[in-house]
Nanobody, 127 residues
């Protein structure tokens, strides 16, 4: 069972990136998937998540209207499209899968319920 996060990089303010969270060994469709980020010297911050049932999406206020989370079940991948990036978005982004939220319309905005984590991918927003 593995999650692989990718897609980070260096982008100028106002730019866009799309992060991917690919699953292997299990179906992401059976899990709530969350994205978290951690900036230097700060704690882990919840960014967004998508529920297992009905693909309901939830966002932190700081990214609402700029980020979009989505699933491609055929590719067993969850994406985080990030637009209008700001220097404050600079962080290591990680994805997690929560099996206990299988079948739920909700997804957790804290770390503990997530069973599996992908390695982080660095996002740097700078001119």
């Amino acid at each position: 069972v593995q999650l692989q996060a990718s897609g980070g990089g260096l982008v100028q303010p106002g730019g866009s990136l799309r992060l991917s969270c690919a699953g292997s060994g299990f179906s992401l469709e059976d899990s709530a998937i969350g994205w978290f980020r951690q900036a230097p010297g700060k704690g882990r911050e919840w960014v967004s998540c998508i529920s297992s049932s009905d693909d309901r999406t939830y966002y932190a206020d700081s990214v609402k209207g700029r980020f979009t989370i989505s699933r491609d079940n055929a590719k067993n991948t969850v994406y985080l499209q990030m637009n209008d990036l700001k220097p404050g978005d600079t962080a290591v982004f990680s994805c997690g899968a929560s099996l206990m939220y299988n079948g739920s319309l909700y997804c957790p905005s804290i770390s503990d319920p997530y069973d599996y984590w992908g390695q982080g991918t660095q996002v740097t927003v700078s001119s």
